[in-house]
């Protein structure tokens, strides 16, 4: 891997994490960043610019509706009494469409991107005299084609006039026509209309937004170029993975992918270092079971076809030790595959079924079982009168091992001590001989597969009792373990199988746990 695909600056390796498609993770990552980046900004700025809009149409729409209010008050309030001039109050109905017309635009006060015109008989007749900042409505034909054609037309279905939008070639309007009509010309139609140029009135608000489009695409861009090399950072992890996972071989499994920070990336390389270091583990156990079984098989094999190449078929003896011979290894071949099979079949999660087991009677029956074993004498030192979770058989089978094993390394005639015991929320099943015990330097191996004691080679033991007798305590969660008599308590050994006190119900206890420690 080189050194710019490992630290994210340098091009993407064509290889690195490629989907299905062609496109790497890192590109689709990044095609993800970008859209939702891009998706992001635009939302914002179309949703800014809508409601900026909005405000100016509000804005407008006020202003006009304030317009129409306006010249309602001036047309109901009348003109001046032209009989009282000494009274400015005074004031009589509007006698002259016309006068009150140019009252109407006079006082309107045009104000920014806005203007004021009024009709009469569908021509205009009144404009602001001056339209400074204003703008000149009677300049563009079209609208004013439009507005002559409205005439009594108030656009509404309520008799109130609204603001409408007129969109001419030269710009865009925001305006409301108010019909005008006095008594004394019943015939004659007038019309003020106030407008806007909406175009011009928003202006500034899509400026703004084109300032913020352009910010937006360079905010892009450095997101794009900034996420680019994070994304190259973040999956450095994972191209080293793949470089690993592809230099692993069966032969090889020593390569480990190095652990960079403390994240989910970190995690997934520590994840599948464990995972490498347990495949090591299984890989290297297997080819020494495989070894260890092609020999522990070879040498019966051997003896067997050995003895047959010598047999005298003439001489009935030979024919009848030689049969004796083979049908022996042939037993001890027998005892080693079924010993493998359990051994195989230890991590199914069916290997135990635990099921409610009187412990106490459970021991009388181990006691009973290990009286065909060899002339030892076998004592039952304590026995748990309680009810635990346990597989009857496999205990039992590991139990029998133990006890095997204690009559293997001892002298006939000597006593064999086993009991079961509740302590600490712990189910304790032991196995004490008067044997030699276990040199300290084979204390460590003793439960290794094929790994035999100096009894096990003269016996012919395959060395796989014990690994069975601690899987089965595995399989309960459990453990096997060795330990030495006190002092002063005589030779031998303790084997104690350690179980969690699963469902347990309690009774009596035959033998205190004063008298249990002395003959453990």
Do not use: C
């Not at 095997?404 to 086993?418: D, E, I, Q, Y």
């Amino acid at each position: 891997m080189s050194s710019a695909a490992g630290d994210g600056h340098g091009a993407a390796d064509p290889a690195e994490t490629r989907s299905p498609g062609g496109a790497t993770v890192r590109v689709r990552l990044m095609a993800a960043v970008v859209a939702l980046t891009a998706t992001a900004l635009t939302v914002a700025g179309a949703t800014g610019l809508a409601l900026q809009l909005r405000d100016v149409d509000a804005r407008i729409d006020e202003s006009l509706t304030r317009a129409v209010a306006a010249v309602r008050v001036l047309e109901a309030e009348g003109q001046a009494d032209p009989s009282a001039p000494t009274e400015p109050e005074a004031r009589v109905p509007w006698t002259s469409l016309d006068v009150l017309l140019r009252k109407a635009v006079e006082s309107r006060i045009p104000g920014e991107h806005e203007g004021v015109v009024a009709f009469l008989g569908g021509e205009m007749k009144w404009r602001p005299a001056d339209e400074t900042g204003a703008i000149r409505l009677d300049t563009d034909r079209e609208l004013m084609a439009w507005l002559a054609d409205v005439g009594s037309d108030d656009g509404t279905d309520s008799g109130a006039p609204r603001p409408r939008t007129v969109t001419t070639g030269t710009t865009e309007y925001r305006l409301v026509a108010v019909p005008v009509r006095v008594d004394a010309q019943p015939a004659a139609e007038g019309l003020v209309v106030v407008a806007f140029d909406r175009s011009a009135a928003t202006a500034g608000v899509r400026r703004i937004f084109l300032t913020y489009s352009a910010v937006g695409l360079f905010a892009l861009a450095a997101v794009s170029v900034v996420a680019w090399f994070v994304v190259g950072r973040m999956l450095r992890p994972v191209r080293m993975l793949r470089d690993t996972v592809r230099r692993v071989t069966e032969s090889d499994l020593s390569e480990r992918i190095a652990v960079l920070g403390k994240d989910d990336l970190a995690d997934l390389a520590g994840s599948v270092n464990a995972m490498l270091d347990r495949l090591e583990r299984a890989f290297g156990s297997q080819r020494e079971l495989l070894d260890d079984v092609g020999h522990e098989l070879r040498t019966p094999l051997t003896i067997v076809r050995g003895h047959l190449e010598l047999l005298d078929p003439s001489d009935a003896a030979d024919v009848r030790a030689t049969q004796a011979l083979a049908l022996d290894e042939l037993d001890r071949m027998q005892r080693l595959v079924d010993d493998l099979v359990t051994l195989a079949i230890a991590d199914r999660p069916d290997f135990v079924r635990p099921a409610p087991v009187d412990v106490g009677r459970l021991t009388d029956d181990v006691l009973e079982k290990a009286r065909a074993l060899g002339e030892r004498r076998f004592v039952v030192v304590s026995r748990a009168d309680v009810t635990a979770r346990v597989d009857a058989q496999r205990i039992t089978q590991a139990w029998l091992q133990l006890l095997a094993n204690a009559v293997r390394f001892s002298a006939p005639g000597s006593t064999v001590r086993l009991g079961s015991e509740v302590a600490g929320g712990r189910l304790l099943l032991w196995v004490r001989d008067e044997g030699p015990g276990v040199p300290p330097e084979q204390e460590a191996r003793i439960f290794e597969r094929f790994h035999r004691g100096r009894a096990d080679r003269v016996q012919h033991g395959a060395g796989l009792g014990l690994p069975i007798v601690a899987a089965i305590a595995a399989a309960h969660g459990g453990r096997v373990f060795l330990e030495h008599p006190p002092p002063g308590a005589g030779p031998g050994v303790v084997f104690v199988l350690d179980l969690p006190a699963v469902g347990l119900v309690a009774g009596a206890s035959d033998v205190s746990l004063e008298l249990v420690e002395q003959h453990r």
